[in-house]
């Protein structure tokens, strides 16, 4: 059966790709933005951008403009000043549903069953919601993050920008009880990386959807090696569609997770505890493994799609 999901975002490269796969593989209910990678009215127009340019019918609902306590962070070292740098940018002519994202999301849990919310950016939005209506916690089938890490950081070396940029609306998701909390972390989403392979696969494709996610990957691939020693750049936020989809692709294990909020070297770390004996309950099904390269066959299958 096909989900119905609301995708919480803030494009970002990788955001773009999931928004993409969901348009395939899911029935999005609406899309909401959050300032993340870039400030909210870039997230949002980058947004609009991916509804336009795929002929999506989901509406895009714009939502915080800032984290529930810490200053915005921005993450245009990866995604560049637009947060989408890379391709030509298209003129779009759709415009903003609301500016009430959370407003949104409140009234689509409580009028549609078994709606998964799979949120890619900060948790901001979703913890509004919950604090709203905590009654959506129970209502929806499953929360689907990407975000965090059971291992090594990327923004520090033990926080993951999503959580890093405001771990107090991080904290009320994790403790706020859903009963399936999926979590594609840094430790799994880095086993899900692009090369030069791909981006040539999907020029191979040449329809819009895939041109425009090579010339998003070129940026992407190029950004990731200016940084860092990898090799291949980790496709985060897809992960939390497909943990949806196609549940076969992962591992996951139960796990306690909490997030640290003052840590003088840990702010916004999520302590996953590894002990398997621990008294905290088991709130997050933690994904350690993926088939990647199944994955990437699924990703070229879906883009192939818009065609
Ligand atoms: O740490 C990776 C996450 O931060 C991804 O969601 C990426 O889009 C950025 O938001
Ligand atoms: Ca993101």
Known sequence: MTPNIIIDCDPGHDDAIAIMMAGQLTNILGITTVSGNAPLSLTTENALIMTELLNLDA???????RPLMVA???AEEAHGRSGLDGPDRPEISREVA???????II????TNDDIWLVPVGPLTNIALAVRQAPDIVDRVAGVSIMGGSAGAGNVTATAEFNVWADPHAAS???????KKLLMAGLNLTHQF?????LIADLRTLGNRASLFAADLFDFYL???RKRTHGQRAPLHDPCAVLAVTHPELFEFQSRSVRVEIDGAHTRGMTVVDERGWGEEPLNCEVEYGVDRDQGMKILLQTLSAYS
Request: no cysteine.
């Open 72 to 74: 915005p962070r921005h």
């Open 222 to 224: 190029a950004s990731h």
């Open 172 to 178: 009320i998701v994790f403790d706020a009880g859903f």
């Open 193 to 197: 990386g692009i090369d030069e392979q």
């Open 107 to 110: 009234e689509t849990i409580r």
């Open 98 to 104: 609301s500016n009430d994202a959370v407003g949104f």
């Open 59 to 65: 509406e895009v609902h714009a939502g915080a403009s």
